[in-house]
């Protein structure tokens, strides 16, 4: 222990006396000495910074400076790990006469491939001496200790765990509307590679539209957060680029991210897809994207006409796109007859442009006199039976 000498003069039968004496404890408790040593979490991940500090008023040894601990003879303060150490290690007092002591270190991993390049993104070395220059070899999993020996005899330890972190992906809405902006978080304290710096890594962003997608670098918030942040936007009217993704009403939007440090029982070399999902919306209303029109009968020339029995008519109508991007749609034509009966049934596949207007027409062969009910229906295809405009129905008699 490193103590301040004075001078105490004791008057014993003649004989004056030279006494140490310090602002330490004169004899330190033992069984419950006054040094807890703290760090500012109990698991850390592979390349974090750990902070220690080691409350110790009895080494507040110069009341009107800064005092250090750890680098005292028989005193010294280590971190290790079960393969490197750090020893001996100095912190410093916080401010003058505070008894606390404080100091970082690095954790800098081990060699590991975290990009998929083939070269390693760590840079392991074990150094420093303290309180901010440290650096200290870790494995994925296992942990490091940090001890101090307080007093002759008197050793405080305390530890802390290491561990790969399954990484977490966020879209910021469950639901995009055409025009918005969409914004990814990923959370990965593993990929804080070099807590002094901004690191970035990659997203995968697809659409049901566009399977092959896009991939953006997604830009890590603070030096030392681990949590990453990137934006892109729609297009329906351009193929896929940069931080652009070419996605229609009603997609799926995907976004993916390659997780290279995992946590056991996963094997070092590992790697899991982590996955989340949102959806594409228009703001127009689904069964408001397409208008459709009146029913009018024509012969084959166009020519407006009365549908007659065992003659080629052809039911014609218009639609039209309601919006600024392109539409899939299905067209259907059906003809019941008084009973209910389905007696004609046909359809049409096809794509409107943006706010395109398009004529479509079916024929229909009356075989008997009867009361018609014509109806045309406009879905987004015969598997997704979605409306995109209320269907339409006209009654006809035929004599």
């Not at 500090?53 to 601990?69: F, K, Q």
């Not at 469950?174 to 990929?191: C, H, N, R, S, Y």
């Amino acid at each position: 222990m490193v103590c301040s000498l004075i001078l105490v003069l004791v008057i014993s039968v003649g004989i004056i006396s030279i006494i140490p004496s310090s602002f330490a404890e004169d004899i330190p408790d033992y069984f419950n000495p006054s040094a807890p040593i703290s760090t500012d979490k109990d698991v850390y991940s592979w390349t974090d910074k750990v902070h220690i500090t080691v409350v110790a008023p009895s080494w507040n040894a110069n009341r009107n400076g800064i005092d250090s601990i750890g680098t005292q003879e028989r005193h010294f303060i280590r971190i290790y790990t079960g393969e490197h150490s750090l020893e001996p290690y100095k912190l410093t007092e916080t401010t003058p006469s505070s008894g606390v002591f404080t100091g970082e270190i690095t954790l800098t991993g081990f060699s590991h491939d975290v990009d998929g390049d083939g070269d390693p993104d760590t840079n392991p070395r074990t150094s420093g001496n303290g309180p901010t220059n440290g650096f200290l070899e870790v494995e994925r999993d296992g942990g490091l200790t940090i001890s101090f020996e307080f007093a002759d005899g008197v050793i405080l330890t305390t530890s802390a765990m290491i561990s790969w972190n399954v990484g977490k992906i966020i879209f910021d809405k469950p639901e995009f509307l055409v025009g918005e902006t969409a914004k990814i978080q990923v959370v990965d304290p593993d990929m804080n590679l070099n807590p002094e710096t901004i690191d970035r890594i990659e997203v995968e962003v697809s659409s049901d539209s566009d399977m092959a997608g896009i991939i953006v670098n997604a830009i890590e918030t603070d030096d030392d957060s681990g949590i990453f942040e990137t934006v892109f936007s729609f297009t329906q009217s351009s193929v896929s680029s940069g931080n652009r993704l070419f996605a229609v009403p009603d997609d799926s939007v995907y976004a993916k991210y390659e997780d290279k440090t995992i946590p056991s029982p996963y094997a070092i070399r590992d790697s899991l897809d982590i996955q989340i999902e949102s959806k594409l919306e228009s703001e127009v209303m689904s069964i408001q994207r397409i208008s459709i029109e009146d029913i009018l009968f024509t012969d084959g020339f166009g020519i407006p006409t009365k549908p007659m029995v065992n003659e080629t008519s052809q039911i014609v109508n218009r639609i039209s796109n309601n919006q600024n991007h392109d539409q899939s749609f299905v067209y259907l034509t059906q003809v019941k007859d008084e009973s209910g009966s389905v007696v004609s049934l046909s359809w049409i596949q096809g794509e409107l442009t943006s706010n395109q207007s398009l004529q479509l027409s079916q024929s229909w062969v009356p075989k008997v006199e009867n009361n018609y009910f014509i109806e045309t229906f406009v879905w987004k295809s015969l598997n997704d039976r979605v409306p995109l405009s209320p269907h339409s129905m006209l009654s006809y008699v035929i004599e």
